[in-house]
């Protein structure tokens, strides 16, 4: 076989982005010349949930989990030397996409490209954000409109763009079975298309356009049969869908495109070498069948579960994928499951019973209203408590975590402060002081940019009526507007939402049989609320700052509930202030503090300062998420008096401690606990 037989490789990406414009640029440069063949942008939470980085909400979160891009100026560094027409980019960005493809648009403008030649992909799965990634800013009904208005766009001006990504990885990771994930990002497609045909836009004919822009972003889990077959169901649906619903006769027009980052769910801080075996057969399940192979493909790196990964872990899973096909046979042959009864069995089924969930949903109204009524969300915080029962009781097998747990020392996390990387925190202070000279310097030379408040107004009597918004922002982009101005113009039209949290509605994912662990925490609950002479003990769950990652903050609400606590939790997003004002408002025994984006090092001090400043110094406060061991001590050294890690998988065990925290603090004796 010679190699022009090959078939061409799916793209290639990294997922990257942090600190800076300056950083990140260096990064992508860095990354193309070792033959990575697309861009994959990470945005930090800022930028993505539409605030500057001076915001009160943005504090601890600038530069983090991604780079910051508050206007046009950061973005023309972002991509500094790099030809944006000849690049295929992907933006993971939702709530603010219109804002970052308009900025996106005129450095390409500004680099003489012809933007119909642009070619990338905006994510904006707005739905997704409701149920878990948690980075929505508006309610349904305008996120929609905004959706839908990029669409219509596009179509007409950049029409080899993605505006959308349906994204069911998420849902994954928020605990989605693939029956789940099928249905309710099948569901949103069909919320998203609808929206665009209803909206007059685009004419009937060029709905097939529309179609054929519409890409997906997938999880493929370790289960790998199950996740290849998982894909072929899922291509198998959209057919029909397009073809059924919309219409499209052309089958090209029809090919479900899709590009997939494998499962960072189930990467564990516990032996975490392991992740790369992990990560590998992960991607078979995407690339294995040419008939339902990846467009694309982004890996996480071993140390994601410690950490933001250095460009060397980074560099580790860009050449996994690179030794697979061009090292392998892969390639060169037709798909190798046709005609497998065993797979057929299975697609089959997945196709079977996804149609019936997606019928159930379109009862109730579609995506938009499952979100509304709280079914999408419940039903997902009931499927990952389920998932999360079956690891504690070892009917799921993680090795290294509840199975095969002994382990020689591991030389990769010897020196687990170097094993990630770590962004300066003297980086928020240098950003904040570049958005101030922006704003300052804007409208002088170099730049000459017309005074913003006009491309604003404007905007927002766009948002009044029914014009398409893209044009709108593009003008604010030119004017030098930043990422705070643009979404705050449009939250003062369209206002704000706070999802669903879906904690209350989820069904008990742990009974407490008798001799159980459960059994024991929920005597010792019981009994503690008596020696403090309540009814119940009260436990506030807080989600401090931008971090929307909420799984693991509802599974521990859910499992304390279930354990005989009265449980606060007030969803995401929540500054300090608010989250004490809770605490003392509600009477709470003890608060449980939930950070993921890594901004716990400011955030957590600044509650404890202010409970102490309140007179609650006693309110014992536990923080969880992803914390490197230094981190943890200066945590545990400034008062907090737990900290647990995703190594701490035993959720009913994490409940067990708090009880024994809100004993200590109240001077209780320690509860006997049966042999």
């Not at 399940?285 to 933001?308: F, I, M």
């Not at 938009?368 to 997902?380: P, W």
């Not at 950003?431 to 409208?443: F, I, K, M, N, S």
């Amino acid at each position: 076989m010679t190699e022009r037989q090959k078939d061409r490789p799916w793209l290639m990406r990294t997922y990257a982005g942090h600190s800076t414009a300056e950083a990140s640029n260096e990064l992508y440069r860095r990354n193309l010349a070792k033959g990575q063949t697309g861009l994959s942008v990470a945005f930090d939470l800022p930028t993505q949930t539409g605030y500057d980085p001076d915001h009160i909400l943005a504090r601890g979160e600038v530069g983090r989990v991604g780079v910051p891009v508050s206007h046009l100026g950061d973005m023309r560094r972002l991509f500094q030397d790099i030809p944006l027409e000849q690049m295929n980019t992907s933006m993971t960005i939702n709530a603010t996409a219109m804002w970052l493809l308009a900025l996106y648009q005129v450095v390409a403008e500004e680099q003489g490209a012809d933007i119909t030649k642009l070619q990338g992909t905006t994510q904006n799965d707005i739905v997704k954000e409701y149920l878990s990634r948690g980075t929505h800013v508006f309610p349904p009904g305008p996120s929609l409109r905004l959706t839908t208005d990029m669409i219509a766009y596009t179509v007409s001006h950049i029409p080899k763009w993605n505006p959308i990504n349906i994204c069911s990885y998420h849902l994954q990771e928020a605990g989605a079975t693939p029956v789940q994930e099928i249905a309710y990002a099948m569901s949103t497609a069909v919320a998203v298309l609808d929206a665009v045909r209803d909206s007059g836009q685009v004419p009937q004919e060029r709905m097939g356009d529309v179609v054929a822009r519409i890409s997906f972003f997938v999880n493929a889990g370790v289960r790998f049969v199950e996740e290849m077959c998982k894909m072929r169901a899922f291509g198998r649906i959209w057919d029909r869908v397009t073809r059924e619903r919309y219409g499209i006769e052309d089958p090209k027009q029809r090919r479900f495109r899709y590009g997939v980052q494998v499962n960072s769910l189930g990467l564990t801080e516990a032996q975490p070498e392991n992740n790369v075996q992990r990560i590998v057969l992960e991607m078979l399940a995407v690339t294995l069948s040419k008939d339902a192979r990846a467009r694309a493909v982004q890996l996480p790196a071993w140390n994601e579960a410690l950490g933001l990964p250095r460009p060397w872990d980074q560099q580790w899973s860009l050449r996994i994928q690179q030794v697979l096909a061009h090292e392998s046979d892969l390639l060169e042959y037709e798909d190798i499951f046709e005609g497998s009864h065993v797979i057929e069995k299975k697609v089959s089924q997945l196709v079977e019973e996804s149609f019936t969930e997606i019928e159930r949903i379109q009862e109730m109204g579609g995506a938009m209203a499952a979100v509304e009524s709280g079914y999408l969300k419940s039903q997902l915080v009931s499927s990952h408590a389920e998932r999360r029962a079956r690891i504690e009781s070892g009917r799921e097998k993680i090795v290294g975590v509840n199975i095969f747990e002994t382990t020689e020392p591991n030389p990769l996390t010897a020196d687990l402060d170097t094993a990630i990387h770590t962004v300066d925190p003297a980086v928020e202070e240098r950003v904040v002081g570049a958005l101030q000279a922006w704003r300052d310097t804007r409208y002088q030379p170099p730049f000459n940019h017309p005074r913003p408040c006009k491309a604003l107004e404007r905007l927002k009597e766009a948002a009044k009526g029914t014009d398409n918004l893209m044009e709108a922002t593009l003008e604010c982009a030119r004017a030098g507007v930043t990422t705070g101005e643009w979404a705050g113009a449009l939250r003062e039209v369209f206002g704000e939402f706070r999802a669903p949290t879906g904690v209350s509605s989820a069904p008990v994912a742990v009974a407490a049989e008798e001799g159980s662990g459960m059994a024991d925490v929920r005597r010792r609950v019981d009994a503690t609320a008596r020696d403090l002479g309540v009814g119940k003990l009260r436990f506030l769950v807080g989600k401090p700052g931008l971090d929307g990652h909420s799984n693991g903050a509802e599974q521990i609400a859910v499992r304390a509930r279930d354990a005989g606590f009265e449980v606060v939790y007030q969803g995401i997003r929540l500054t300090p202030e608010q989250i004490v004002d809770a605490a003392l408002a509600e009477d709470v025994h003890a608060v449980g503090l939930s950070i993921l984006s890594g901004s716990h090092a400011q955030l957590v001090p600044d509650v404890l300062e202010r409970l102490r400043e309140a007179g609650a110094p006693d309110i014992p406060v536990i923080a969880g998420g992803i914390i490197p061991n230094g981190d943890a001590e200066q945590l545990r050294a400034a008062g907090v008096a737990a900290v647990f890690t995703p190594k701490d998988f035993d959720i009913t065990g994490i409940i067990g401690r708090i009880v024994d925290e809100i004993r200590t603090a109240n001077k209780l004796d320690p509860l006997e606990v049966p042999a």
